[in-house]
């Protein structure tokens, strides 16, 4: 169940986890783990700290001195939280076989996708 807080602060030291989807080991599974690491690169190189944190195959838990910027830090959060998803998506796709890109043939019923599949 996700839980979204706004958080009211401009600046300070926050706990801060997310999870993968349904606690699925998407961080472990895809490799993702230098995301983690670009990002707080990228957190470090706008001012902010990292003062601790923990990687685990499906979820996140960091502790970001944050300082006074014009972003919130739900915005600072959750562009990071998009950053990682979107590679991770990118990542798929250039690895991908070129199957999976291929149009199916309409007229062969046994390759389009169950119904089912698609609910």
Same mark, same amino acid.
């Given at each position: =169940? *996700?839980?979204q807080q706004t958080i009211p602060y401009e600046e300070g030291p926050f ?9 699925? +080991? ?11 690491? %670009?990002?707080?690169?990228?957190? %470090?190189? %706008? ?8 990687? =685990? *195959?499906?979820?996140?838990?960091? #502790?970001?001195?944050?300082?006074? !910027?014009?972003?919130?830090? /739900?915005?600072?959060?959750? +562009?990071?939280?998009?950053? =990682? ?5 990118? #990542?798929?796709?250039?690895?991908? *076989? ?5 149009? &199916? +043939?309409? /007229?062969?019923? !046994?390759?389009? &996708? ?6």
């Amino acid at each position: =169940m *996700p839980i979204q807080q706004t958080i009211p602060y401009e600046e300070g030291p926050f706990f801060i986890t997310f999870t993968c989807h349904k606690w699925i +080991n998407l961080i472990d599974i895809t490799g993702s783990y230098d995301l983690v690491y %670009k990002w707080f690169d990228h957190l %470090k190189s %706008k001012g902010h700290k990292i003062i601790g944190y923990v990687i =685990m *195959p499906n979820h996140i838990h960091v #502790l970001i001195d944050f300082i006074k !910027t014009h972003q919130t830090i /739900n915005l600072i959060i959750g +562009n990071g939280k998009r950053f =990682m998803a979107y590679s991770k998506i990118r #990542l798929k796709l250039l690895t991908a *076989p070129a199957s999976v890109f291929a149009a &199916p +043939n309409l /007229n062969d019923v !046994t390759t389009l &996708p169950k119904f089912s599949a698609l609910l």
